[in-house]
């Protein structure tokens, strides 16, 4: 367990001149919280073997496909080892256990960047507002931490729980890590367990890190008809001085809001502008809507070399590390305050605020860490305001009538291209730029990942990425949109409301778009396959940069999908989360179908959660442009919860899906709980995790990823009419898999009722004698047992 | 190992044992020599160009039915390829056929293991993967990629060629297949 609990003594007897006690237990430190809520499930505070059963089962079915995206292995000192043609390492491991270690090892990564988040603001909230500040979701929110219920077997109440909460996640996080040393783990499937636990881990540690800051800043709990914030590279006033927050933990960003109220500055946009970038960005307008969203992840270095931000503040996690460099061109200074990411900077957090000004605003220093938040918050404003009229918005994207100048260095040698890491025919672009043509360039710019890779690798040093930026300066300028700000958790009523619809399949799917933006086709994609769901009447859920992409793209009619779609957890609905760490609230309200809806316990319960989500909660996700080490962990993390995730073409170098194979029989039988029967269900959903080629695929795989065996016959019949219907809008017939998932004639759509029939009779399709089961894999869940 | 050629992605580096690079003609009889190839066609297909009147996906075709190689068509592909009147063996996604060729002895129709795989027009990063996935867990099969930039990760592709000598590259595997230059 990862809490030990307090340090116990047992005395046998203590005289003294008024006290005389005997066989006393004395404890010290933290009680473990003891309430009896619900009683204790089975699996409490899981360790890395605990859920190893209920892997494996999901392994059998969905068996890891590697897809190495480097053949050697080159961890310790043995190597570089070759690997290829099945030969084994010097420490004996062979390709396939090596895949399954990195990818064991990146979902480390996700899950200690996510717990690491998670104690740097329980600490500091504690620091602030004291261990006992009451965890009060709201009057709509019983459950109101669903994966830490689930997992660690408590139900927090206060501040101080969750520190206790994260020591588990914390510790298991290490234990697991140190299977990926040399010589201890070999085999791929406990290497893929071992994914899979920390991906669990990293929903709690989301869950603690989201939840704390909700219940502290104010943030909205779960509240449908949270307001719309501005978002977009155009979205700033440039002619204000302007402090760029970038990266994940929001509470600096707060610091500083709140400072520029308490200065008598007003709101932020009043005197001084105050954006985000990345998830930092969701959280800031989750505080306060008067701040701006830049964008996703990708806008970073475009929107710095625009010249817009007098001070760029970075906190951690998917900032480019080259930021440095970048704010230094433009004459910004850096304030780092996350002791993760130093940048090489003085540390000066013992100095006054003043002096530190100074350092900053004179050009002594390029920039500054200080992990003293509150003056962190106060050195930007003051440098802000003092700066701004001196940088005057220094920019380095070249003027639209320079931009034929710089191009013309370009001896069109492709190395930009081959640097891409979409392959963007950058060379075109910056060559036709050369003749006055800036349209490609414009186009380059809606589709690229703002890596600057390209420039880095330019051997005539040309500034590719202020070239791409500076030719879509118009496109830019009027670039602004309305999100509706990260709202949370899903509501337990809402839960109640659409429980039934969603296990029995009347509602097709929940979907959700997560992740970052290494797009294979720009942003845009995320909102089209979005809007093409809503009016599918799919509950649409997104966060992080994806919630963001889905927001800069406009309908027929002008507005945007937060605009035109309501914003609650219903059909039709279009649910922004927040940012990274919410996506804890996605799991959540899977767990929270089985529990509230189905009324399955909760407490320490995760197979029986696992199972139920997987046979009966149509979930599924799309990490359209997942890049990081945290997608990794969150997507593997709901692929332990039973619920499927598609990746984009890039999402094929993580190295590793889990498919099914839809004619293999036997790995598609489950047991029927009523009976204890094995009985075949179809491949419903057909993989747990799966890289699409393009959106067109990703939408059909999403369709059918939100089949599931519990699927009543009407259910099944709205199920199979959107499946049908995307296969034959973009493949251009009738699904070749479909008489797999027809039980009987009542699933078969209306709509397409007589060709379905036909197609039946043709590949000798019967009705299934047993079409509907009470679906389990779970042995001990049988109830009548033969 | 090929060191005369790098990977179209400079960064595309997966190790010691890498593609042998190859001309069409040379193509041309290595899928004639095969015994049983199989083309699986990706999206891309349907974007290039490669005259006036052809796609890559009808390029595709007139391979398949010069070489008598079943197709695999995958994400979207299906639909133009039947609104072209052919009919592909079998649609699938790119991941799910190449998963499903690492079993030694799996083939499209069931009878026989394929021998030689191609791939043609998915996109880069995307097949780079699937071409490791079977250089790695597949030793029984031979892989060659079509398209027009070099993929380390096949036994046998192209080099980085120039639009035009691609396309004469392809064209000159058309002609070895009609019995012309470089025929058997």
Same mark, same amino acid.
């Given at each position: 367990m990862g809490e030990k609990g307090p340090m116990k003594f047992l005395v046998k007897s203590i005289k003294t001149a008024g006290v005389s006690l005997e066989d006393v237990e004395i404890a010290v430190g933290r009680l473990a919280i003891e309430e009896e809520w619900e009683p204790m499930g089975p699996t409490p505070m899981p360790k890395i073997e605990t859920l190893r059963s209920w892997d494996m089962k999901l392994l059998k079915r969905y068996r890891p496909f590697y897809m190495p995206i480097c053949d050697l292995c080159c961890l310790c000192t043995y190597g570089k080892c070759d690997l290829t043609g099945g030969k084994r390492g010097s420490c004996g491991l062979t390709i396939d256990a090596q895949q399954a270690r990195i990818v064991m090892v990146a979902c480390a990564i996700g899950a200690a960047t996510h717990a690491s988040h998670a104690r740097e603001l329980v600490e500091l909230l504690i620091e602030r507002y004291?261990?006992?500040w009451p965890i009060d979701m709201g009057g709509e929110i019983h459950v109101e931490m669903p994966n830490t219920r689930l997992v660690v077997g408590i139900k927090p109440k206060t501040l101080g729980d969750l520190a206790f909460a994260l020591n588990y996640v914390e510790e298991q996080i290490v234990q697991t890590l140190a299977a990926s040393h040399t010589g201890q783990e070999s085999d791929y499937l406990d290497f893929e367990s071992k994914a899979l636990h920390l991906g669990m881990l990293d929903h709690v540690a989301m869950e603690i890190a989201d939840v704390a800051q909700v219940i502290t800043f104010g943030f909205p709990k779960g509240d449908p008809d949270a307001p719309l914030a501005e978002i977009g590279l155009g979205c700033v006033d440039v002619t204000k001085p302007l402090i760029l927050c970038i990266g994940h933990n929001v509470t600096n960003s707060i610091d500083i809001i709140d400072f520029i109220e308490k200065s008598g500055l007003g709101a932020p946009g009043e005197m001084i502008e105050v954006a985000g970038l990345c998830c930092t960005a969701h959280d800031i307008v989750r505080y306060n809507k008067a701040a701006k969203v830049v964008g996703p992840i990708s806008y970073q270095l475009k929107f710095v070399r625009s010249g817009a931000a007098d001070v760029i503040v970075t906190d951690e996690q998917c900032i480019h590390t080259s930021i440095l460099h970048e704010a230094q061109k433009v004459k910004a200074p850096v304030i780092s305050v996350s002791n993760k990411a130093l940048r090489g900077l003085e540390e000066v957090s013992d100095k006054p605020v003043d002096e530190i000004v100074d350092m900053l605003v004179t050009g002594k220093v390029p920039g500054v860490a200080i992990l003293d938040l509150e003056k962190a918050a106060a050195v930007a404003v003051l440098t802000a305001l003092r700066i701004a009229p001196i940088r005057k918005k220094f920019k380095v994207v070249p003027d639209k009538e320079e931009l034929a100048k710089v191009a013309s260095k370009c001896v069109k040698c492709g190395s930009c291209r081959r640097n891409c890491p979409i392959d963007l025919p950058i060379d075109e672009a910056v060559s036709a730029a050369k003749n006055g043509d800036l349209s490609k360039l414009a186009e380059i710019h809606d589709l690229?990942?703002? /890596? !600057?890779r390209c420039e880095s690798a330019c051997p005539r040093g040309i500034p590719i990425l202020s070239l791409i930026t500076g030719a879509a300066d118009y496109k830019i300028k009027t670039s602004k949109f309305k999100m509706r700000v990260g709202r949370g958790p899903i509501l337990d009523t809402e839960i109640r409301e659409v429980g039934s619809p969603i296990v029995l399949g009347e509602i097709p799917g929940v979907i959700a778009f997560v992740g970052c933006a290494n797009y294979p086709a720009g942003g845009r994609e995320v909102a089209i396959m979005a809007e093409e769901l809503l009016k599918r009447r799919y509950i649409v859920v997104a966060s992080g940069c994806a919630a963001m992409s889905i927001a800069e793209y406009r309908t027929e009619e002008g507005t945007t999908l937060y605009e035109e779609y309501s914003g609650a957890f219903e059909a039709g609905g279009l649910v922004n989360?927040?940012? /990274?760490? !919410?996506n804890a609230h996605i799991s959540g309200a899977c767990i929270k179908i089985a529990n509230i809806f189905a009324r399955r316990r909760l407490r320490a319960n995760y197979e029986e959660i696992a199972d139920y989500v997987l046979n009966r909660v149509g979930a599924c996700g799309i990490a359209w442009g997942a890049m990081s080490q945290k997608a990794a962990s969150i997507a593997t993390g709901f692929n332990r919860l039973g619920v499927p995730v598609i990746v984009g073409p890039q999402g094929a170098k993580y190295r590793r899906l889990y498919l099914g194979r839809k004619e293999d029989i036997e790995s598609f039988t489950v047991y029927d709980a009523r009976t204890g029967d094995k009985v075949w269900v179809g491949p !419903?959903?057909?993989?747990l995790i799966y890289a699409a080629e393009n959106k067109e695929e990703a939408m059909v795989m999403a369709a059918k990823l939100c089949l599931r065996p519990n699927d009543t016959t009407k259910g099944r019949m709205i199920k199979l009419t959107h499946y049908v219907e995307l296969y034959k809008k973009f493949y251009g017939t009738l699904p070749p898999d479909l008489h797999l998932f027809i039980r009987t004639e009542a699933d078969i759509p209306i709509t397409h009722k007589f060709e379905i029939l036909e197609y039946l009779k043709k590949v000798d399709w019967k009705p299934w004698e047993r079409p509907v089961v009470d679906p389990t894999l779970l042995e001990r869940l049988i109830r009548v047992k033969k | 190992m090929n060191v005369a050629v790098t990977p179209w992605q400079y960064g595309n580096v997966p190790g010691p044992k890498t593609a042998l690079t190859l001309k069409g003609d040379v193509a041309g009889r290595l899928i004639k020599a095969a015994k049983k190839p199989l083309i699986i066609v990706g999206a891309e297909a349907l974007k290039v160009k490669l005259d006036e009147n052809r796609t890559l996906l009808d390029y595709a075709i007139e391979l398949s039915k010069l070489s008598g190689a079943p197709v695999v068509a995958t994400a979207n592909t299906l639909k133009a390829f039947l609104e072209r009147g052919y009919k592909p063996a079998a649609a699938m996604g790119s991941i799910e056929i190449t998963e499903r060729l690492r079993?030694?002895?799996?083939s499209i129709d069931g009878s026989g293991a394929h021998d030689l795989v191609i791939y043609i027009g998915i996109t880069y990063q995307l097949q780079s993967q699937l071409l490791s996935s079977l250089k790695n867990f597949a030793l029984h099969l031979r892989t060659m990629s079509l398209d027009r930039y070099y993929h380390p990760n096949a036994t046998w592709s192209f080099p980085n060629l120039s639009f035009d000598k691609w396309v004469d590259n392809l064209n000159m595997i058309i002609e070895v297949l009609r019995g012309g230059v470089g025929g058997r």
């Open positions: 004291g261990e006992d690229c990942l703002g /890596c !600057a989360v927040g940012s /990274c760490v !919410a !419903a959903p057909e993989h | 079993d030694r002895g799996w």
